[in-house]
């Protein structure tokens, strides 16, 4: 069985799906790894690396390979060059990429979507969502840091004191809790607020102040949130903005699963900001918390810098790299069997997890919200 780690072509895409200290373990459970050039060159590892850890460098892998693994979905003409009945494991948004789903499909692909692992225990070490949310929540915290023209942490000097910076966190989930305790970790007084009530008690665990609005909590299904109404919006919004005028750091990091991010911050709130404020969006990409932040830009808006997130996990390559490919060397795992001494990827489409991540096979998509999206897009 041959694996193959594909080289990352969309434009910004800095991680590879599998590094070269977890080669041995795919060769361990018995495939021969092959390694595009270069795949691993934006996250400064070289080809020599791979070849070092028993990979051979191939410009032909994707060709040879039974298991195509890659970060995003591969581009339309490496998915034409696949051999039939071959599989990839990547991230594969299955709404946004309805073009990548149709052809690996058509070509018989049987393909995993990461970000479709059920979020259950058994899948912890499989959770890529997670992985990377916590890579981002880190991130958005440092960009905060440098972006702020001020120290995060209290000084007590001989010169005289420096307060510490207040940084609010909207959305305390994977990468919320990950930015307040960065944050916490720089010395900033930290106050946080998520609509789930389990939110809170995680928040102080992590060294903040759970922001208590006294409204509803939106607990959805799997720990996730649920979506607000526009009158809860509204009010959370009203109740939010003193803290946003006091804070020098906004950072918001909520999220719905299938939605839109919620617009948790007006531009009106965030001109209320003082001199200098920071605000850092992560959900800039997926329509932003912040109204009028812009994905991989930093707008003005009233005296604030507003800095919009994207693809904010593959600004730190390397670490987002190594994460990535346990999850996804994990899945591997747990797809491969070995019958009468031969070792095969074998996907059991009665296990929840492979079910689960599973978004096309054997010509046809199996994920059925995909399915009735696409099929009701060609009615
Ligand atoms: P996510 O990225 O979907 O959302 C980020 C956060 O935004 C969530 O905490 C959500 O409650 C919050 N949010 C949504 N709407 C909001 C609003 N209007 N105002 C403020 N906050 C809002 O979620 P995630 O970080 O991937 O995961 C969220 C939770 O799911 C985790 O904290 C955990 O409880 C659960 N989870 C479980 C597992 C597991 O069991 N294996 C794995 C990962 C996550």
Redesign the pocket.
């Known amino acids: 069985m041959r694996i193959a780690v594909a080289r990352e072509t969309r434009q910004g895409e800095a991680r590879v799906a599998v590094v070269p200290e977890l080669v041995g373990k795919l060769t361990t459970l018995g495939y021969e790894v092959l390694v595009e050039p270069e795949a691993g060159h934006h996250a400064l590892i070289a080809d020599r690396e791979y070849a070092e850890a028993g990979a051979s460098v191939d410009a032909d892998a994707l060709a040879v390979a039974d298991v195509v693994v890659s970060v995003q979905p591969l581009p339309t003409a490496s998915i034409r060059r696949l051999r039939p009945g071959a599989a990839t494991i990547s991230f594969l948004p299955t709404q946004q990429e309805p073009d990548a789903v149709r052809d690996l499909r058509d070509c018989g692909v049987t393909s995993f979507a990461m970000e479709l692992v059920p979020?259950?225990?058994r899948?912890?070490s499989m959770?890529a969502?997670?992985s990377q949310?916590l890579v981002a929540g880190y991130r958005c915290a440092i960009v905060a840091a440098g972006m702020l023209r001020r120290f995060f942490p209290l000084n007590m000097t001989a010169a005289g004191t420096v307060p510490p910076a207040e940084v609010v966190v909207?959305?305390?989930?994977?990468?919320?809790?990950q930015a307040i305790a960065t944050a916490r970790r720089l010395g900033a007084v930290v106050k946080a607020?998520?609509?789930?009530a389990?939110?809170a008690e995680?928040i102080r665990s992590v060294g903040a102040q759970s922001i208590d609005l006294e409204l509803e909590t939106?607990e959805g299904s799997?720990?996730?949130?649920r979506e607000?109404t526009e009158d809860r919006?509204a009010r959370?919004r009203e109740l939010l903005t003193p803290y946003i005028a006091a804070a020098d750091a906004l950072i918001t990091?909520?999220?719905?699963?299938g939605r839109q991010a919620?617009v948790?911050v007006t531009r009106q709130m965030v001109e209320q900001m003082g001199p200098g404020a920071v605000v850092v969006d992560l959900a800039a990409e997926s329509g932003g918390n912040v109204q009028g932040s812009e994905p991989g830009e930093v707008v003005r808006i009233g005296d604030a810098q507003v800095w919009g997130g994207r693809n904010v996990p593959s600004q730190m390559p390397g670490p987002a790299s190594r994460l990535y490919a346990q999850n996804v060397v994990n899945l591997v795992a747990l797809m491969t069997r070995e019958e009468d001494g031969e070792v095969r990827f074998a996907p059991d489409f009665d296990d929840e997890i492979v079910a689960g991540a599973c978004v096309t096979h054997d010509g046809a998509i199996r994920h059925e919200p995909t399915r009735l999206a696409l099929e009701g897009e060609s009615a």
């Open positions: 979020r259950i225990s899948a912890q959770d969502l997670s949310a909207l959305g305390a989930g994977v990468a919320g809790l607020y998520d609509v789930r389990a939110a995680e939106l799997g720990g996730y949130a607000m919006a959370q990091t909520a999220a719905v699963p919620p948790l």
